[in-house]
């Protein structure tokens, strides 16, 4: 009997030479119109949130913005559609739009049960809550019987009634779908309590606490509830457009495990190491196994920065959130950002 072996590189070869690689349904459409359609969050400070100058920018928006960077070689080929947190999904199932970019939980339930695939996390989360230091309370412990502002149609909603029936409390909700009518009316005093994630806390704490009362005066609990993976999605039934979604978030973190910034990209490319020159296609290869130019990562370090960059220009300690790296710090510095290698 006549003996086969198959490598790795044979396999690539097959596939690309049989047209599996070839783009689907919902790439041909992108493609098709010369842009990425992105659904947002309707502004939250850090992630997703419109400039002076009326631009998108924000954690979740740089994730659309290398999409549009490994697709088309040009990050600014997106248009941004702000989603309600019970619009959100229907906006992606329906086609509204190509990719959710919205701090949204990655849960069983809505990656099998609402036709979405998660792609990745781009930022590892839990729901805090957020109350003024004039309420005299240290510990969400101390919040028996407390007026709870929350976003209904949320991971946040449920969670927090599981804490308070776990710790015997007992507590009345004010839901609100909006999150600026949220915000507005805890600041109002509404409610006692504003319960999101903690990084919607720290934004809305630094970037929304309307004069005269200042940041200060509000404290975050020391108790995370939760776990929030927070992440991109596609519809499913096109592998290749979730993969170059996947593929483009995992080039940012592999970026920064290299060393590899906007600003010495250019020099990157002049590397004799091995891993780098498949990473910005100095070896050919791996765009072509994705369906994108060899450029793909380069173009996203670029315009867009490595995961680190991003993170530390919208969220992190050089921003108004002013948010340590914690567990969203790579995986070589104790946090959990950690991508497959690009090989």
């Known amino acids: 009997m006549r003996k086969y072996t198959f490598t790795a590189a044979a396999a690539l070869a097959a596939m690309l030479a049989s047209g599996s690689a070839m783009a689907g349904k919902d790439l041909d459409a992108v493609k098709a119109r010369g842009s990425l359609v992105c659904g947002i969050n309707t502004g939250v400070a850090g992630f997703a949130q419109q400039d002076d100058k009326g631009k998108w920018v924000g954690l979740d928006v740089d994730v659309c913005r290398a999409v549009s960077a490994a697709i088309f070689g040009d990050s600014e080929k997106v248009k941004y559609?702000?989603?309600?947190?019970?619009?959100?999904?229907?906006?992606?199932?329906?086609?509204?739009?190509?990719?959710l970019s919205r701090n949204t939980t990655w849960t069983l339930q809505r990656d099998t049960a609402l036709g979405l695939d998660f792609t990745g996390v781009n930022y590892y989360d839990g729901q805090g809550f957020m109350v003024s230091k004039k309420l005299g309370v240290k510990s969400a412990k101390e919040l028996n019987g407390a007026t709870v502002c929350v976003q209904p149609g949320t991971t946040t909603e449920l969670n927090l009634a599981d804490y308070f029936r776990a710790n015997k409390m007992t507590f009345k909700p004010?839901?609100?779908?909006?999150?600026?009518?949220?915000?507005?009316?805890?600041?109002?005093?509404?409610?006692?309590?504003?319960?999101?994630?903690?990084?919607?806390?720290?934004?809305?704490?630094?970037?929304?606490?309307?004069?005269?009362?200042?940041?200060d005066d509000f404290i975050i609990l020391p108790e995370i509830i939760s776990k929030e993976p927070l992440g991109p999605s596609v519809r499913q039934g096109d592998n290749q457009f979730a993969d170059i979604v996947r593929w483009s978030l995992y080039a940012m973190i592999e970026a920064e495990e290299y060393g590899i910034t906007?600003?010495?990209?250019?020099?990157?490319?002049?590397?004799?190491?091995?891993?780098?020159?498949?990473?910005?296609?100095?070896?050919?290869?791996?765009?072509?196994?994705?369906?994108?130019?060899?450029?793909?990562?380069?173009?996203?370090?670029?315009?867009?920065?490595?995961?680190?960059?991003?993170?530390?220009?919208?969220?992190?300690?050089?921003?108004?959130l002013k948010i340590e790296r914690g567990l969203n710090a790579l995986w070589t510095k104790g946090g959990l950002q950690y991508a497959p290698p690009i090989r």
């Open 262 to 320: 906007s600003k010495n990209v250019d020099d990157m490319l002049k590397s004799e190491n091995p891993t780098i020159k498949r990473i910005l296609g100095t070896t050919p290869g791996m765009g072509k196994a994705l369906g994108v130019d060899d450029k793909w990562v380069y173009n996203i370090v670029k315009q867009v920065g490595n995961y680190g960059e991003s993170f530390e220009r919208n969220v992190g300690m050089g921003s108004p």
């Open 174 to 215: 004010v839901v609100i779908e909006k999150v600026e009518e949220v915000r507005a009316a805890f600041y109002a005093g509404r409610c006692d309590v504003y319960t999101t994630d903690a990084s919607g806390l720290y934004s809305t704490r630094a970037a929304n606490t309307p004069p005269p009362a200042k940041p």
């Open 81 to 99: 559609v702000p989603t309600t947190a019970q619009q959100r999904f229907t906006a992606l199932q329906s086609g509204e739009v190509d990719i």
